[in-house]
């Protein structure tokens, strides 16, 4: 079976997407590039797979949790889906350049728990939330590295 790439992407950046696609084509040609989310979303590019699930918590990541499989790549936000992606031994990538290992995961985890904890008494919450040129330099050597590691040359 051949493997894919799934972006969770409701809130992934249309540069990572984009350049996802794009990289996903020319380098790796017999990787699927699939998009998950709850409402068509646009991309400059072709040559993917759109899935569009209905409206409501978690349908994009669990739609995602049920169909990844090892060998496959996950690009996701969602520190808590993330972490169900490692249990499951899925490769795991957040858009800014983040690796999510057995390792790292739990600290992970705890710094998103804290985080938003500080916001629900006020405290934080005022983080600017703009995506940076240096932002998505750091996905793209993330990306790379873990592509080449799961595919290597093909």
């Not at 690009?75 to 993330?82: G, R």
């Not at 710094?111 to 983080?127: E, H, V, W, Y």
């Not at 873990?146 to 040359?153: D, K, V």
């Amino acid at each position: 079976m051949a493997s894919k790439i799934y972006i969770d992407a409701d809130s992934c950046p249309r540069a990572v997407r984009d350049y996802t696609i794009r990289y996903t084509k020319k380098t790796y040609p017999s990787v699927k590039v699939v998009l998950a989310a709850n409402k068509e979303i646009p991309c400059k590019e072709d040559g993917f797979e759109m899935v569009v699930l209905e409206q409501g918590k978690d349908k994009a990541d669990n739609w995602i949790l049920e169909n990844a499989q090892n060998g496959d790549l996950v690009i996701t936000k969602d520190i808590l889906f993330a972490e169900k992606l490692v249990e499951k031994e899925i490769c795991t990538i957040n858009d800014r350049g983040k690796s999510f290992t057995k390792s790292n995961i739990k600290n992970e985890v705890e710094d998103r728990n804290f985080d938003f904890q500080l916001a629900s008494i006020g405290l934080g919450g005022n983080k600017k939330h703009s995506y940076s040129k240096k932002n998505l330099d750091d996905f793209i050597k993330c990306f790379q590295k873990e592509a080449g590691r799961l595919w290597g040359n093909r």
